[in-house]
């Protein structure tokens, strides 16, 4: 018997019957075995964990540990996790290495008595107290500069969510800033149109968020606003927010704050922007875009390719650990009586229908990094870290064969910028970034 090589084929290349009939044979065992299940209704469809065949229990009679620890946020479906193929599984290696930073952290939270707080914070340095005793420049430097306006608009280039902000060419009607509002922090000799017109002038709008529900927690109604937040570009570089509204509708109950405000009106102001970008971010830039369409692609990949198709043998590897973490993810955060549920104003309905909103009107377009850049007019904005470490990679993507050699010159020239950074932005340094979907 001779073994087939490990060269990639396609239907083409194979003219043998046996060999054609071992590829239609190939996919309808797969696609019997990874079934497509609904998760919310307009969302990616994910692998139906529960049809996969449990392993015979040795000992019936003994009851089994579900994941559960009475108390802590920790509920992981093992019943179902463990039932997953030996390829998409985690390694013994890097479970331990999951539950080890996992299981410190909750356990930290329980003694700190987060976990079961029910009451809001009194002073803001209490924030302080959730974070880690393990510290790094980065949140150090948070830690000293949040409250800044030149680090509130730094965070729309190079912080959790970088997609958000475009170039404004024209005020929205429904944000009816006017010249004299904004005259004193655009400079001398220049205007609220000049500054248009030169491209200096940005907005980030959360107008999904508008109508969301939210939820009870606590016994007490919870909140959230869809804010737009106009920004300036000024003579130093710096990208600042000079105007805030918390609302799509302006009207007399919803005032635009300014940075001559009060000190606590405008803290408080950028700290519900700051609210309205966790959960775009949280719920659409990474559940949905990094899991859940992860998911399905990966899904996708399994059911229609044999595993000797040039694509199979491409792209597998970058699917490595999705179906597992979005599984843990389904198990701890988006279960009923999860994280998400517990702590979030929004709960599982509101994330849910935020997801589904911004998929309704997502294109192939949007997902090509160039274009977006281009679309949302911030192709030449200085300090956008972000975008430049985007499309290098982007670009090396183009010669498979140079592509190895080609992130490792990307990781070196990020980590030479970075030294001349008081804050280091490695988000995007190959050297970080596991093989998985996310590269």
């Given at each position: 018997?001779?073994?087939?090589?490990?060269?990639?084929?396609?239907?083409?290349?194979?003219?043998?019957?046996?060999?054609?009939?071992?590829?239609?044979?190939?996919?309808?065992?797969?696609?019997?075995?990874?079934?497509?299940?609904?998760?919310?209704?307009?969302?990616?469809?994910?692998?139906?964990?529960?049809?996969?065949?449990?392993?015979?229990?040795?000992?019936?009679?003994?009851?089994?540990?579900?994941?559960?620890?009475?108390?802590?946020?920790?509920?992981?479906?093992?019943?179902?996790?463990?039932?997953?193929?030996?390829?998409?599984?985690?390694?013994?290696?890097?479970?331990?290495?999951?539950?080890?930073?996992?299981?410190?952290?909750?356990?930290?939270?329980?003694?700190?008595?987060?976990?079961?707080?029910?009451?809001?914070?009194?002073?803001?340095?209490?924030?302080?107290?959730?974070?880690?005793?393990?510290?790094?420049?980065?949140?150090?430097?948070?830690?000293?500069?949040?409250?800044?306006?030149?680090?509130?608009?730094?965070?729309?280039?190079?912080?959790?969510?970088?997609?958000?902000?475009?170039?404004?060419?024209?005020?929205?009607?429904?944000?009816?800033?006017?010249?004299?509002?904004?005259?004193?922090?655009?400079?001398?000799?220049?205007?609220?149109?000049?500054?248009?017109?030169?491209?200096?002038?940005?907005?980030?709008?959360?107008?999904?968020?508008?109508?969301?529900?939210?939820?009870?927690l606590n016994g007490q109604k919870q909140h959230q606003c869809a804010p737009l937040c106009?920004?300036?570009?000024?003579?130093?570089?710096?990208?600042?927010?000079?105007?805030?509204?918390?609302?799509?509708?302006?009207?007399?109950?919803?005032?635009?704050?300014?940075?001559?405000?009060?000190?606590?009106?405008?803290?408080?102001?950028?700290?519900?922007?700051?609210?309205?970008?966790?959960?775009?971010?949280?719920?659409?830039?990474?559940?949905?875009?990094?899991?859940?369409?992860?998911?399905?692609?990966?899904?996708?990949?399994?059911?229609?390719?044999?595993?000797?198709?040039?694509?199979?043998?491409?792209?597998?590897?970058?699917?490595?650990?999705?179906?597992?973490?979005?599984?843990?993810?389904?198990?701890?955060?988006?279960?009923?009586?999860?994280?998400?549920?517990?702590?979030?104003?929004?709960?599982?309905?509101?994330?849910?229908?935020?997801?589904?909103?911004?998929?309704?009107?997502?294109?192939?377009e949007s997902c090509y990094p160039p274009n977006d850049f281009v679309e949302r007019g911030?192709?030449?904005?200085?300090?956008?870290?972000?975008?430049?470490?985007?499309?290098?990679?982007?670009?090396?993507?183009?010669?498979?064969?140079?592509?190895?050699?080609?992130?490792?010159?990307?990781?070196?020239?990020?980590?030479?910028?970075?030294?001349?950074?008081?804050?280091?932005?490695?988000?995007?340094?190959?050297?970080?970034?596991?093989?998985?979907?996310?590269?």
């Open positions: 018997m001779e073994a087939g090589d490990r060269q990639g084929k396609t239907t083409a290349d194979d003219c043998l019957p046996i060999l054609l009939e071992h590829r239609r044979e190939e996919i309808r065992a797969k696609q019997d075995f990874y079934r497509w299940r609904v998760f919310v209704p307009g969302l990616p469809n994910y692998v139906h964990i529960p049809s996969y065949r449990p392993p015979a229990r040795r000992n019936p009679n003994r009851p089994e540990w579900n994941g559960h620890i009475p108390g802590f946020p920790i509920l992981i479906n093992f019943k179902a996790t463990r039932f997953l193929d030996l390829n998409l599984r985690y390694s013994f290696i890097k479970t331990a290495s999951f539950f080890f930073r996992l299981g410190p952290m909750a356990l930290r939270f329980k003694l700190r008595g987060f976990v079961d707080c029910k009451r809001s914070w009194k002073r803001l340095k209490d924030i302080k107290k959730v974070f880690p005793a393990y510290k790094t420049t980065v949140s150090e430097y948070v830690a000293e500069h949040w409250a800044e306006d030149s680090f509130f608009g730094y965070q729309y280039l190079n912080g959790i969510n970088p997609s958000v902000i475009r170039r404004c060419t024209r005020i929205p009607d429904k944000f009816p800033v006017t010249d004299d509002m904004v005259a004193p922090f655009l400079g001398e000799g220049t205007c609220l149109q000049a500054e248009l017109e030169k491209g200096n002038i940005y907005l980030a709008d959360y107008r999904i968020l508008e109508g969301i529900p939210t939820v009870e106009l920004l300036h570009l000024n003579a130093e570089g710096n990208l600042m927010p000079i105007a805030i509204q918390l609302s799509q509708t302006p009207g007399p109950n919803c005032p635009i704050f300014l940075p001559n405000d009060s000190e606590w009106d405008w803290l408080l102001a950028k700290t519900w922007v700051r609210n309205a970008e966790f959960y775009y971010h949280e719920a659409i830039a990474h559940l949905l875009g990094s899991h859940l369409i992860g998911e399905a692609f990966c899904l996708a990949v399994l059911r229609q390719l044999p595993m000797c198709h040039p694509l199979y043998k491409l792209l597998v590897p970058h699917t490595r650990y999705t179906i597992q973490i979005n599984s843990i993810g389904r198990a701890i955060l988006l279960n009923e009586g999860g994280l998400t549920a517990r702590a979030t104003s929004l709960g599982l309905k509101g994330i849910a229908e935020l997801m589904a909103r911004y998929l309704s009107e997502m294109t192939y911030v192709q030449d904005l200085p300090g956008y870290y972000y975008r430049d470490d985007c499309l290098a990679v982007w670009d090396a993507l183009e010669s498979m064969e140079t592509f190895r050699q080609r992130l490792a010159q990307i990781s070196h020239n990020i980590r030479q910028r970075n030294k001349c950074l008081p804050i280091p932005y490695y988000y995007l340094d190959p050297v970080l970034i596991e093989n998985s979907i996310s590269i």
